[in-house]
């Protein structure tokens, strides 16, 4: 048996970690001394010939080879061993006994692709020698180019420059404009009443008669944060709206309204008539996911229309691959990061989907627009997830699948998003036809996040329906969500990055800016719950005011302790970004 | 296949997860499942709550408006099933301009 690799592997004390631990930065460990004086010397083509020779097994690793079969001996004790390292000055070949007796100090562990100092005795890190091998390694996956999977991001993708955030204070004129048009809402100076404690905005909603469905997804969208702000700000126009939407109500009841009534309750009337008229089949025990794509489908069509966006807003082109969808309508809809109208600029992030060709290593890669994640729950009887796919391991060696608690048997809301994004071997009867081998091959499908929206959605599909059985169940397992979420494991960036090795490179959507890292930082504000069986359950909504969660059951509004969030059986859960970003806004008329 | 390297390269570029993080929201999660169980937890027992609003029991939807519709005088919890067959005539069905990601997911 040869020598346990592991004492060759030490940490050199020079590297500052980064005490964050993000999963989307890559930080560079300054070089040691001999690989840096290897570089300055050598320029451009320091690695040279023997990056000539790396192999790349189909989705698998990079390794040298100077001919497709060749075993590497130790010049100096003749052995084969598990590690070898290749000379990049004299090509001679050492094991890691040898190594350090070596007169050079660089070179390459074959079987691995990795640098290695004869000097430190240790594995060492190189941007330029990365990028090589990434490239070696793509263009296998992607016909002789790089497309996808390095290159940079289109025009339409790419942040428009941010700028700071400045609060608006009213000007002299503003001002008098304010005191003449508008007077304090009642009961709010000495009230002292015990209603004057709570948070501005929170109210029960009375049960129309089975209507939990809506009013628990109703309340997660009063209270998410920038979905509250567009609406309370008077970015949608009242008059605006009432003129070109005349064709969608009553006229004479329209006519009646009380024209000082709010905007948004004049929105979620003209939705509740929407939702009863024949967008889904019955009222009764409605399901709240499906309630809550209405009703991004509503505000998106409402708003849409008054604010004149043409449709093909943002100029998509078919760099991204992105699917051009027709409704039943036949109208084209082109949704790239919302820019058609709130409900999408908040909700809308773009899901990447890889297949690979298990035989070539080819990638076919779409995009998709998303509004929220639907989620399966992992079956107990799947324990821990395979470890096969798997490449995060901890640092100090455990090698264990981090599945967040899989261990103890309980599902975990990271674990199911570590599902979602796995590599998963499409079955023998869905091969998937490959453009290099020109004939259908069985692959495997790999889908991540490309960009995050403002507001992530998860939706556990808890509601299983079997056609086959003919039977639905609901599946009341518990399942441990974080208040706290980190997405970045799950970025198409970081995705990419581990399938190809973990190199020092910048994948699809990791533009090395350092303040993206915060824009992957999330945190609970919403959950909704469902109570009961499948065809007679409950919906209720815990929502987060100021630190503080509440419990909104139809109109029975109570303050609750987060440990009873903590323990709720959660359905759909909302998260929004931490840290929020602002572009410079578009100029208001008036 | 060993991992020392995979290891050494994910630590040295500072790609571990968080799994402080991770770790502590698993067992504030366990800890507030665990008080809850408890019987003698008066968290747990929501008897005798008082709402935001001062009040002491759920309200009943009992108040009484007009349909926007046909005019009609409806008691509020008995809404719903009204408007359904009010407004369900003559209504042509909306199209869904949104996809729900298991679509995205499994359309291929």
Redesign the interface.
């Known amino acids: 048996m040869s020598s346990n690799?592991?004492h060759q592997?030490h940490?050199n004390r020079s590297?500052v970690?980064?005490p964050?631990?993000?999963?989307t930065?890559?930080?560079?460990?300054p070089p040691c001394s001999h690989l840096e004086e290897f570089k300055a010397g050598r320029g451009a083509t320091a690695f040279g010939k023997l990056l000539e020779c790396i192999r790349v097994r189909p989705l698998g690793r990079a390794s040298v080879r100077r001919e497709p079969n060749e075993v590497f001996r130790c010049s100096a004790c003749r052995q084969a061993s598990?590690r070898v390292y290749a000379c990049v000055s004299c090509a001679a070949v050492v094991c890691d006994i040898h190594a350090p007796d070596h007169e050079h100090e660089i070179a390459i562990?074959v079987d691995?692709a990795?640098l290695f100092c004869c000097s430190c005795g240790d594995?060492v890190?190189d941007r330029d020698f990365d990028s090589a091998i990434v490239l070696s390694q793509t263009a296998a996956a992607t016909l002789g180019g790089c497309n996808s999977l390095c290159t940079p991001p289109p025009e339409n993708l790419r942040k428009r420059r941010r700028v700071d955030y400045r609060p608006w204070t009213p000007d002299s004129r503003e001002r008098a404009l304010l005191g003449t048009n508008s007077s304090l809402l009642p009961g709010n100076d000495e009230d002292l009443?015990?209603?004057s404690?709570?948070p501005v905005g929170?109210k029960?909603l009375?049960?129309?008669?089975?209507?939990c469905f809506m009013n628990s997804v109703l309340q997660a969208l009063l209270h998410t944060p920038p979905l509250r702000n567009y609406f309370l700000s008077d970015r949608h126009n009242r008059f605006v709206c009432q003129q070109k939407n005349g064709v969608h109500r009553?006229k004479n009841?329209r006519n009646n309204k009380n024209p000082q009534r709010l905007c948004l309750a004049c929105d979620t009337?003209a939705l509740?008539?929407?939702v009863?008229?024949?967008?889904l089949a019955?009222?009764e025990q409605q399901d709240a996911?499906e309630f809550f794509?209405?009703m991004?489908?509503?505000i998106?069509?409402k708003v849409d229309k008054d604010e004149h966006k043409p449709h093909s807003q943002g100029a998509l082109t078919n760099d991204l691959g992105f699917r051009k969808?027709k409704?039943?309508?036949g109208?084209l809809?082109y949704f790239s990061s919302g820019d058609c109208c709130i409900?999408?600029r908040v909700f809308s992030g773009i899901?990447r989907?890889d297949?690979m060709c298990t035989a070539c290593g080819f990638t076919s890669t779409?995009y998709?627009?998303?509004?929220?994640?639907?989620l399966d729950l992992v079956p107990n009887h799947e324990g821990p997830a395979k470890t096969s796919t798997k490449?995060?391991?901890?640092?100090n060696?455990n090698?264990e699948s981090?599945n967040?608690?899989h261990s103890s048997g309980?599902s975990?809301l990271?674990g199911c998003l570590d599902r979602?994004t796995r590599p998963e071997r499409l079955g023998s009867d869905q091969k998937f036809f490959c453009q290099q081998c020109q004939v259908r091959q069985e692959s495997l499908?790999q889908?991540s996040i490309r960009k995050l929206p403002l507001v992530s959605c998860f939706?556990i599909?808890r509601f299983e329906h079997s056609s086959i059985r003919k039977m639905s169940r609901k599946v009341d397992r518990?399942l441990?969500?974080?208040?706290?979420l980190?997405m970045s494991?799950y970025l198409s960036s970081s995705i990419l990055?581990s399938r190809f090795?973990?190199r020092?490179f910048g994948f699809d959507g990791a533009d090395g800016n350092e303040a993206d890292e915060s824009t992957s930082e999330f945190e609970l504000f919403a959950v909704v719950t469902h109570t009961g069986k499948l065809d007679a359950g409950h919906y209720a909504t815990y929502l987060r005011l100021s630190n503080q969660w509440?419990k909104c059951?139809?109109?029975?509004?109570?303050?609750v302790?987060?440990?009873?969030v903590?323990?709720a059986q959660g359905y759909m859960m909302f998260y929004v970004q931490k840290m929020l970003y602002y572009k410079a806004s578009e100029k208001q008329s008036g | 296949m060993d991992v020392a390297s995979e290891s050494h390269r994910i630590a040295r570029l500072g790609l571990d997860r968080n799994l402080d993080d991770e770790e502590e929201e698993l067992r504030l999660s366990a800890q507030a499942r665990a008080r809850l169980a408890d019987p003698s937890n008066s968290e747990a027992n929501s008897k005798y709550v008082v709402d935001i609003f001062g009040q002491t029991h759920p309200p009943v939807a009992s108040e009484i408006f007009d349909c926007m519709n046909c005019g009609r005088s409806i008691v509020a919890g008995r809404f719903a099933p009204h408007l359904e067959k009010c407004m369900g005539k003559g209504r042509k069905a909306r199209v869904k301009a949104t996809r729900s990601s298991t679509a995205a997911a499994q359309n291929r």
Request: net charge negative.
């Open positions: 690799p592991d592997i940490h590297f970690s980064n964050q631990h993000q999963s930065a890559v930080i560079v460990p598990q562990d691995r990795e594995q890190y009443s015990s209603s404690n709570f929170l029960g009375n049960n129309l008669g089975n209507t009553n009841e009337d509740f008539s929407a009863f008229s024949g967008n019955s009222y996911h794509i209405s991004l489908d509503g998106h069509e969808t409704s039943a309508s109208r809809h409900a999408h899901l989907s297949v779409t998709d627009p998303c509004v929220d994640i639907s490449t995060h391991h901890s640092c060696g090698a981090i967040s608690g309980t975990t990271m979602f499908k889908m939706h599909k518990y441990q969500f974080p208040f706290s980190d494991p990055r090795g973990n020092i509440y059951d139809d109109a029975w509004v109570t303050q302790n987060e440990n009873i903590r323990a």
